[in-house]
């Protein structure tokens, strides 16, 4: 095992706003960062970092965590690889240990990289030491490429043999499946023989954001007659894998992420040398979609990193219909796209080395042009704009990529930027952009229903699946088939057609369980409570994570939890002696609540870091209450000229957080004996019912109108 005290040493050196920005495009907001949520898609920043913390938080979806889970979730690696991957990264030394047996899942995965690394060496290894592989290098040098930036992004070549990866991967005990899983290899159709995927081509190692390869690329190389074989591609990709989807592919994002920030701009081109001739030249936020079409997926990529798009595609018809079929996906992203059209036959590769780096940047500021100016600049050229049918057909193509665009103001823009280059007035516009945006939300929504019904189908195949195989396993431990009936017909019944199941119920009041008066003031054996909680915890069958989609949860619940978390022991045992957790209201709150009293009675640790590294729901629901979603921001009191003393006397806080707490659940209470009153069917029922009813008003009066001090002890005096 990894020490506790490298462990600590790795969180508090790795910086998780630098850790979230290799995937998140950030803004302080605060004391704290926001920007949009990588683990669900969304049009408006609801994640948080906070770094005085070093913990994340998403309102839209729930998902939060420290630095370590942030890695582990984005990149999919263990825990233990996400201490060894920041402390690599921060420089922190982290001894080797014994690893643990794990999941065949994960052992795939790593096995699938770590052949993929081996293959890389193996390829560098061959086109810089090997006779054979003195083609590719010399066809490099003759590109402009130089041996830094081919040592850089560890290009590469495959011999021209069927065995020769297999051959050496065998050498090195890499297990032949691996080297299959990770698109290496080909097996021949009877199954009997592997042979190399990638024969006689120049290799460029594909990685993803955290430096990992994760596929390659193979151009097809001349033979030895120096002809390029024919009805050969011209380019092959790795397969699809665990590790590589070409739809979420950047080829260069790992060595351009940090660029584009600094620029906060992305330049996206066609191919692995136009990357690697601008990295070359200095121009380094730039990667290529790698010879595929543009995808959503890596659109919503870029936009974690800017929201400004430099699209500089081929000159050839090929590239600019590639370009234009791009535009609408980036707009749709909510991406701000500009186009750039370079000189008859040349691209970026080629653009770049003849005018290096000051030369392309004077052109990219002198010709960049916005998708409206573009697409009228492409019709004038084509001779086809004073043309009325030309004319019409470009302004309708115009007006269908504006109605992809998210944000309103934006496409208003777009329609003055439109009305001006075409001498068309706005009300026409305004009026065909209408037809246009009902056309696309009808079209919007025919796909959701069509994704619903296709997700429907496949959760009621799992569903039906998974009861089939709880059937079997009921035949196959030795019961007869009448039992096995009666089991399938009883999880048939598990839906909820007859509304929630128990375990989502939350009957906090139950008829005739009237609490005593010291529930009120807060005396209740904590000790008690948390062991029935704990109870009936078992009983469950079910464990979620807290739902973020439902009202907003009680902020005097919330305050007092903060200050329990922020203030750790002393506050704990202040507050858990003036209430218990029948006071709380919200079940998920009223769980961690009850599980700081208990840490408290044990004497473990508390503390919101502690908390993160628990298991759900605790790392989603500390993560809400330290980011505190509902309250005033910093910034917005800064603004209006009031003092920011959140927490100036804790305790004071906390007197005005239980008042709140004590009084809501007596409101709750008095519903409660109100619905017994009305139901009491004898008139000595109802009497001991109206005597308690006036007993809880009388306590909530007190509690609404009487002095903090009176009603709540000092810490001191308990």
């Known amino acids: 095992m990894i020490p506790d005290h490298i462990k600590e040493q790795v969180k508090s050196t790795a910086d998780i706003v630098e850790v979230v920005s290799d995937h998140v495009k950030l803004k302080r907001s605060g004391n704290g960062f926001t920007g949009l949520c990588p683990f669900h898609n969304e049009k408006s920043p609801s994640f948080h970092v906070s770094p005085h913390l070093g913990i994340y938080k998403c309102f839209g979806c729930g998902e939060s965590g420290d630095v370590f889970s942030f890695v582990m979730k984005m990149d999919g690696v263990s825990f233990i690889d996400a201490i060894r991957q920041l402390g690599q990264r921060f420089d922190v030394d982290v001894p080797e240990e014994e690893r643990p047996e794990q999941d065949e899942q994960y052992k795939l995965k790593e096995g699938i990289f770590h052949a993929l690394a081996f293959a890389g060496k193996y390829f560098h290894n061959q086109l810089m030491k090997s006779p054979q592989g003195q083609q590719a290098l ?5 590109r402009g490429m130089l041996r830094g930036t081919i040592r850089s992004y560890g290009l590469g070549y495959a011999p021209d043999r069927f065995d020769g990866l297999i051959n050496a991967a065998k050498e090195a ?3 032949e499946e691996y080297l299959h899983e990770a698109g290496l290899i080909k097996y021949s159709r009877n199954g009997e023989s592997a042979f190399d995927a990638f024969r006689h081509r120049l290799m460029f190692p594909i990685f993803n954001a955290a430096g990992r390869v994760i596929g390659f690329g193979g151009r097809v190389l001349a033979g030895a007659d120096g002809k390029t074989p024919k009805n050969v591609a011209k380019y092959i ?8 989807n070409k739809s979420e592919v950047l080829y260069g994002i790992h060595a351009a992420k940090n660029e584009i920030r600094k620029h906060s701009e992305v330049i996206l081109v066609e191919g692995y040398t136009d990357v690697l001739s601008m990295h070359q030249a200095e121009v380094k936020n730039v990667v290529a979609t790698s010879g595929t079409a543009l995808t959503t997926e890596q659109l919503k990529i870029l936009h974690r990193y800017t929201e400004n798009l430099l699209m500089i595609y081929d000159a050839d018809q090929a590239g600019q219909n590639a370009m234009s079929r791009g535009v609408e996906l980036a707009l749709s992203e909510g991406l701000n796209v500009r186009l750039l ?4 036959g040349e691209d970026p590769d080629s653009f770049i080395q003849k005018q290096k780096k000051q030369g392309f940047l004077e052109f990219k500021d002198a010709h960049a042009l916005d998708f409206v100016s573009f697409s009228i600049k492409k019709a004038r050229d084509a001779k086809q704009w004073e043309d009325p049918i030309h004319k019409k057909n470009t302004v309708a193509t115009i007006l269908s990529s504006i109605a992809r665009i998210p944000d309103e103001i934006t496409r208003e823009t777009y329609i003055q930027r439109l009305s001006e280059l075409a001498n068309l007035g706005t009300r026409a516009l305004f009026e065909e952009l209408n037809v246009q945006l009902m056309s696309h939300a009808r079209d919007v929504e025919r796909n959701r229903k069509a994704d619903q019904r296709t997700d429907l189908r496949n ?14 396993v009921k035949k196959e431990s030795g019961q007869n088939s009448r039992s096995a009936k009666s089991d399938e017909s009883e999880i048939s019944t598990q839906s909820f057609q007859d509304g929630p199941p128990e375990y989502f119920k939350d009957d906090a009041y139950p008829s005739g369980n009237w609490p005593e008066d010291d529930s009120f003031r807060g005396n209740g054996n904590h000790d008690d409570s948390f062991q029935s ?19 907003k949860r009680p902020a005097y619940e919330r305050g007092l939890l903060r200050l329990m978390l922020h203030h750790m022991h002393p506050m704990v045992e202040y507050i858990g002696s003036q209430c218990n957790e029948e006071h709380f209201e919200d079940a998920d709150y009223r769980l961690l609540f009850a599980d700081l009293i208990h840490r408290y009675h044990e004497g473990d640790p508390i503390s919101v870091s502690v908390y993160m590294e628990r298991e759900e729901p605790y790392p989603a629901l500390v993560g809400e209450i330290v980011f505190d979603r509902y309250s005033t921001s910093d910034r917005v009191k800064e603004k209006l000229g009031k003092k920011i ?14 008042r709140s707490l004590k009084i809501h659940y007596l409101d709750r209470v008095k519903t409660q004996l109100q619905n017994e009153y009305s139901t009491a069917k004898s008139q000595k029922d109802k009497k001991d019912w109206q005597e308690k009813l006036l007993e809880v008003s009388r306590l ?9 001090d009176d009603l709540f002890p000092n810490p001191e005096d308990i």
């Open 138 to 142: 010399s066809y490099l040098e003759e």
């Open 173 to 175: 005990s890499i297990n």
């Open 237 to 244: 990709n790795t397969s699809q894998t665990k590790v590589y």
């Open 341 to 344: 059209k370079l000189p008859e």
């Open 459 to 472: 959760y009621q195949q799992s569903q039906s699946q998974k009861d089939q195989n709880k059937v079997d």
């Open 533 to 551: 909680f704990q109870n009936a915890k078992k009983n469950e069958t079910v464990k979620s994570k807290p739902s973020f989609d439902t009202k």
């Open 645 to 658: 003393d959140r927490d100036g006397n804790p305790y004071r806080t906390a007197k005005g957080e239980l």
């Open 700 to 708: 909530r009066l007190q509690f609404e109108t009487q002095n903090l």
